[in-house]
């Protein structure tokens, strides 16, 4: 019993709740591997174990109360990236999430906002996921081998601090280049400020490339240009969701209201209102199934899947998007 006692301290994290279930068995394998050997009577034990986790972890997903704040920039409220996360949530989860999101801001804006700091001190947040403004975190190849702090760290570590001060956990949501060699580079920083500062990393640019290989005449970019388009934001809110959460949705993402291009409320935080209408879902449902399943998660990047992006350098354009600077919605 004592080779069982020893697994099921590994099975459980610090906290001693269920790890996410889409990684139970990874980690029932690493818990395993970690011990002496064990009998057959141990193994069918430790099976039944990992099972009854499994379908814990799903039903503790669903059942804790989640407050959720986004803090971000244009990358975050173009196409209204929370809205379309709680859109994920199952019928009956008690879920509440928040934005405070500006344009062109660096988490760097956010330190001393009064704004920030009294919701972070007063909300009551489960988790926050910090986004930083595109391209912040790029760390070429005299940045990696310097080991120099990062500008984008200091400031992201402040945040961390005031959010980590209110009991909440912390996410760090990725951005993304024009290739996989840029690409690269910002998420060896976006990895290094992740770990840094303590924070989940949520890995964008490659798997957004990889949609955008698989998918090619999807929307994957704003007709701008520069912010994400339906699919890139609907990719977000389903990776977001995975690791938030712990595991993956089924559903298609989709945005409660006015879709928006620019910022809903800058000067302060916006609660998202799931029950606005119309509701407009950013891809198709076979779509989602495709990215909810995790397939788009890049392994050891082979020189097939290089070859096949350079062929499709943009997805396309988000259909009806026009771009006027006076403005406040879409056309």
């Known amino acids: 019993m004592q080779n069982l ?70 990358l975050t409220y173009v196409n209204d990236l929370p809205s379309a996360f709680v859109s994920l949530a199952p019928a009956g989860m008690d879920i509440h999430v928040d934005m405070i999101a500006r344009p062109g801001a660096a988490l760097a804006d956010y330190v001393d906002d009064p704004v920030v700091r009294d919701a972070l001190a007063n909300n009551r947040y489960t988790d926050v996921v910090l986004q930083e403004r595109g391209g912040d975190a790029f760390c070429p190849a005299e ?13 992201a570590a ?16 990725g951005t993304w280049q024009t ?24 890995e964008i640019a490659e798997p ?47 945005v409660a209201g006015e879709v928006h291009y620019r910022a809903p409320l800058p000067d302060g935080v916006l609660h998202v209102d799931r029950l606005l209408k119309p509701s407009t879902c950013l891809i198709s449902r076979d779509v989602t199934g495709g990215l909810a399943g995790g397939q788009l998660i890049p392994g050891d990047h082979a020189s097939t899947d290089r070859a096949r992006a350079r062929s499709h350098p943009k997805c396309a354009d988000v259909p009806g998007f026009t771009v006027d600077l006076n403005s406040t919605t879409h056309s």
């Open 143 to 155: 940045c990696q081998s310097s080991r120099a702090t990062l500008a984008a760290e200091t400031s």
């Open 5 to 74: 006692a020893e697994y099921v301290q590994c099975f459980f994290d610090i906290r001693g709740a269920p790890i996410a279930a889409h990684r139970a068995g990874d980690t029932a394998r690493d818990c395993l591997a970690s011990l002496p050997e064990v009998n057959f009577v141990t193994r069918l034990s430790v099976i039944r174990l990992t099972l009854f986790a499994t379908l814990a972890s799903c039903a503790h997903a669903a059942d804790v109360p989640r407050r959720v704040l986004f803090i971000g920039n244009s």
């Open 158 to 173: 402040k945040l961390a601090g005031l959010a980590r001060a209110s009991g909440s956990r912390l996410f760090y949501l």
């Open 179 to 202: 290739s996989a060699s840029t690409n690269a580079a910002l998420e060896f920083g976006e990895r290094k400020i992740a770990q840094a500062i303590g924070a989940s990393y949520i």
């Open 208 to 254: 957004r490339r990889m949609l955008m290989v698989e998918y090619p005449s999807l929307p994957c970019t704003h007709s701008d240009g520069q912010h994400p388009g339906y699919a890139t934001t609907a990719m977000m809110a389903l990776r977001t969701w995975r690791v938030v959460v712990g595991v993956a949705s089924t559903r298609t993402p989709c």
